[in-house]
């Protein structure tokens, strides 16, 4: 078997440092790099793939007379499986189709440098040919690597799996011969774990158990936990290791590539709605908890979401599912076949009468995306429009609950309580150009521009406000309507250099990146009196502009054989412009003074060092320690004019390590410890159903996880993650709030001490009908979320869920059964402390019993059992 390794290097490369420092001081000519290249031309050495086993191409039917070769783009994954596969020139569909399905079952010995594994891919000849059919390796793929191609060699065909049993024989006449080159995919090097507290959730471990929705698949990363507790035209609330994120505050999320967070947003600051996202065009998801990469900007003060999106899978899918509650889920997907894993569109329908008192809901969901380009240059194209409408069930006093007053899936018989809806709407579009060099260098531009609109009204507190502008206004319902629409527009690009070696103990890139992004917002909040919606308070009416632009340098350097350092440091420069055309509850005023208008600016400076150290002292083995400072960016009407804008810096550390065990890594175990300090945390709050400002705060906590893979039809995961979050301050009084319920040293509240998931899923052929398999699919997910503390030293509930689904597959139907809350507990999705009055003082049909004016447990009921029938066919 021959196996050549072609290696350009480069002008730095052969001399290194001195060499390119002294020309350009001129201290001598480029010419004397000639007499250095010998010495310095050892470079780290790229194995490439090799070919273990492989199934020949079964010929279609009307084709046996003809011996086509399909050129086929493979990406040979760390365990050796194939990842993407498309064909080069798509000629006819149902041979690229057949060479595909061929070259998927395929597996590798995967390309290393030195003893690390990497993802890399070759161009493979796939020759219809009988009996056994003839392989070709070659090449590089777009934005996988360097070099020229190798040429093609024709031999007699013969059986490839002796490469596996026998290596002699590899090498014999009769054996076809292999050349391959070693193509490194730097764009996923440059992502890979910048702490032992980051991890990838593929697409094998997001179907191994059942997920609702894309929000739900966030689930499976260690520590987060995420719930819906006001219905899917609403962001999901998510917590992640001592975080209450709710709507997206501490998580940065990125969807495609392109930032999804919302600033200054009037119902969560950092607002984040993945509601669009169809969970099938899910490729994988990246979690980077903690602040250690400095691509990760505004939001990330707990970590960072990036979802990739592809369709492995390809053709056409429909499927339609009916569950309780007449639930009715459609979707329609296209994956042509032979265009890449990222080429697809679909489509997704969603309604549902809710489980509950006014939980009915309707939404839709399109998104098309589409790359292609050459080895030099690639580009993508990212579109999605989604809409949805939906009921709010609303906060329940507990005590109302356990005497009786009111159901726990109901709404308060009261007029203020009725009509709690959502609604939401969305378009974005990104475009992305990638440019990599023959060299290794890559360079990337992207541009994205969306539009979103929010209307939201909800009743937390009952009968309880009082007006700002006559405060002989009061008892008309505390219905609170927000409204937020935004255009949002962005410019990102990097460059990272080809790899370097200035010593023969020392390689690296050096990467340059710019993120920036313009926030144009109108926002307004009033006290609707029901049941004709009208405004009876006027609290917020405002209109927003902010600029962020941030800048960032990133080395990454591997100092000998076991040791590599990545680090580098970021910086964004903020700009507020605010016209507050109400201009109350700005922070200096008396919340009972009305003031008519308050324009202002505001700017200021993040800035900070993200740094990891990695040592791997055994292939199996890899140590790391990271530190790193974010910040979150403030919440613009809170800032008064000519103010540096007061971001919430973090502080952020890591320690821990990744055991690999297998020859396919069939095991994998990740533990950390970690810290991380906020000078300046908020929590909800329900009297203005928004985000208010805390003092500072400290997580200190450890999360390990296991990933089990024994056999090829099992994935299994398990993850524990412990953390203590303490408030270090209590808030700065303010003539709004001149006392607080907070006190140094107390537990955050709403934060959860123990999170726990386990994903459990296996999918085989079970027997066969006519020749053709029939394959079943079962799988299981468990969340635990343990009390946690609220505010006037209350607890809320844990909560324990668990769902299953099982499927069966034949020729492209598939019929399943996904079960969610299979207990059937009964679980606060939400649960608060605060004072509320839900007695109609205008009508008399409220619950008996006199309220108390003393906070108590409330909470927003989560779902019950559902149970979810799909009917699937693929073409």
Request: aromatic share 8%; hydrophobic share 40%.
């Amino acid at each position: 078997m021959k196996l050549r390794l072609k290696h350009k290097p480069s002008a730095l490369e052969r001399c290194g440092w001195p060499w390119l420092v002294g020309c350009m001081l001129g201290l001598y000519a480029p010419s004397v790099c000639a007499q250095e290249a010998g010495a310095r031309a050892t470079a780290r050495a790229l194995t490439p793939p090799r070919l273990l086993s492989a199934n020949a191409p079964v010929i279609p039917e009307g084709l046996e007379d003809v011996e086509p070769v399909v050129l086929v783009h493979v990406v040979v994954e760390v365990d050796g499986s194939v990842g993407e596969a498309h064909v080069e020139v798509a000629h006819d569909a149902v041979l690229d189709a057949a060479a595909i399905e061929a070259v998927r079952t395929w597996h590798f010995e995967p390309a290393r440098e030195g003893d690390r594994a990497l993802r890399a891919a070759v161009r493979v000849s796939v020759r219809f040919q009988s009996p056994i059919p003839h392989f070709d390796l070659a090449g590089s793929h777009t934005g996988f690597g360097e070099g020229d191609e190798s040429l093609n060699h024709e031999h007699p065909a013969s059986d490839p799996r002796a490469l596996a049993e026998d290596p002699e024989e590899a090498l014999s006449p009769n054996a076809p011969t292999f050349t391959a080159q070693a193509t490194v995919d730097r764009e996923t090097q440059a992502e890979r774990h910048r702490a032992a507290s980051s991890y990838e959730l593929d697409r094998a471990l997001l179907d191994a158990a059942p997920h609702a929705d894309a929000a739900s698949m966030l689930n499976s990363a260690p520590g987060l936990f995420v719930t819906r507790p006001e219905g899917d035209a609403v962001a999901p609330r998510i917590m992640l290791r001592g975080f209450d994120a709710e709507h997206g505050q501490d998580l940065a999320i990125n969807v495609a590539g392109i930032p999804i967070n919302q600033p200054s947003h009037l119902h969560g600051q950092g607002y984040a709605d993945i509601g669009f996202v169809i969970p099938e065009v899910v490729q994988r998801i990246r979690v980077t908890e903690g602040v250690y990469d400095p691509r990760q900007g505004d939001f990330a003060t707990a970590g960072s979401v990036d979802m990739d999106l592809g369709v492995e899978r390809r053709g056409t899918r429909l499927r339609v599912g009916y569950g309780l509650f007449n639930s009715v889920n459609a979707l329609a997907l296209w994956a042509p076949q032979g265009e890449r894993t990222e080429t697809f569109a679909a489509v997704q329908f969603r309604r549902t009468d809710g489980f509950g008192q006014g939980r009915e809901g309707l939404s839709a969901s399109g998104i098309a995306q589409a790359v292609w380009g050459t080895d030099q240059l690639r580009a993508r194209v990212f579109l999605t429009v989604s809409a949805a409408r939906a009921g709010i069930g609303g906060a329940l006093r507990r005590e109302d609950v356990h005497a009786g007053r009111v159901g726990f899936y109901d709404l308060y018989p009261v007029t203020a309580a009725q009509n709690q809806t959502a609604f939401s709407a969305r378009a974005l579009g990104g475009a992305t150009l990638t440019s990599t060099g023959t060299d290794g260098s890559v360079g990337e531009v992207a541009i994205f521009a969306g539009w979103t609109s929010f209307r939201h009204q909800a009743n937390y507190t009952g009968y309880t406000q009082v007006s700002l502008t006559d405060p002989t206004w009061r008892g008309r319902g505390d219905i609170i309507e927000q409204q937020n629409q935004v255009f949002h527009a962005g410019l990102n690009g990097h460059y990272r250099t080809p790899r370097f070696h200035p010593w023969d103990w020392l390689t690296g890139t050096f990467e340059v990146g710019l993120q920036s992004r313009v926030d144009l917002t109108e926002q307004d909040q009033n006290l609707l009196q029901l049941p004709v919606n009208r405004t009876w308070d006027n609290r917020v009416d405002a209109s927003l502009q902010g600029v962020d632009v941030g800048a960032y340098v990133d080395l990454d350097l591997h100092l000998g054989e076991h040791v590599r350092l990545r680090g580098g440091a970021r910086a964004d420069v903020l700009f507020y412009n605010v016209d507050d055309r109400l201009g109350n509850r700005i922070p200096g005023f008396r919340p009972d003074t009305y003031i008519m208008g308050y324009r202002r600016t505001a700017s200021g400076i993040a800035a900070g060092p993200r740094v990891t150290l990695e040592w791997t002292p055994v292939r199996e083995l890899t140590l790391s320690a990271a530190y790193g400072e974010g910040y979150r960016s403030p919440q613009a009407r809170q800032l008064t004019d000519g103010e540096s804008a007061p971001y919430a810096k973090v502080w952020s550390g890591d320690v821990g390590g990744r055991l690999r065990l297998g020859d396919e890594d069939q095991v994998q175990i990740s533990v950390s410890g970690f810290v991380t300090r906020v000078s300046r945390d908020i929590a909800f709050d329900p009297d203005e159903g928004r985000l208010e400002p805390l003092g500072p705060s400290t997580r200190i906590g450890v999360a390990g996880q296991i990933r089990f893979e024994p056999w090829r039809f099992l994935t299994s995961a398990l993850s524990v993650t412990y953390v203590r979050a303490t408030l270090d301050a209590p808030p700065v009084p303010t003539l709004e709030q001149p006392t607080s319920a907070y006190v140094a040293g107390q537990l955050l509240p709403y934060v959860a001490p123990f999170v726990l998931r386990a994903d459990v899923g296996a999918h085989e052929d079970l027997f066969t009908i006519d020749g053709h398999p029939v394959h079943g699919r079962i799988g299981l997910g468990l969340s635990v979320l343990s009390s946690r503390p609220l505010p006037y030293g209350d607890h809320a509930s844990p909560i324990g869920l668990l769902d299953a689904m099982v499927s069966a597959s034949y020729r492209g139907i598939t019929l399943g059964v996904e079960v969610f809350n299979l207990t059937n507990s009964q679980y606060a999705a939400a649960e608060y402390s605060y004072a509320s009055d839900w007695q109609d003082p205008s009508f008399q049909n409220q619950p008996s019993g006199v309220p108390s004016r003393l906070p108590t447990r409330h909470f927003s009921a989560g779902a019950p059992l559902t149970i979810m029938a799909q009917l699937g066919v693929d073409f």
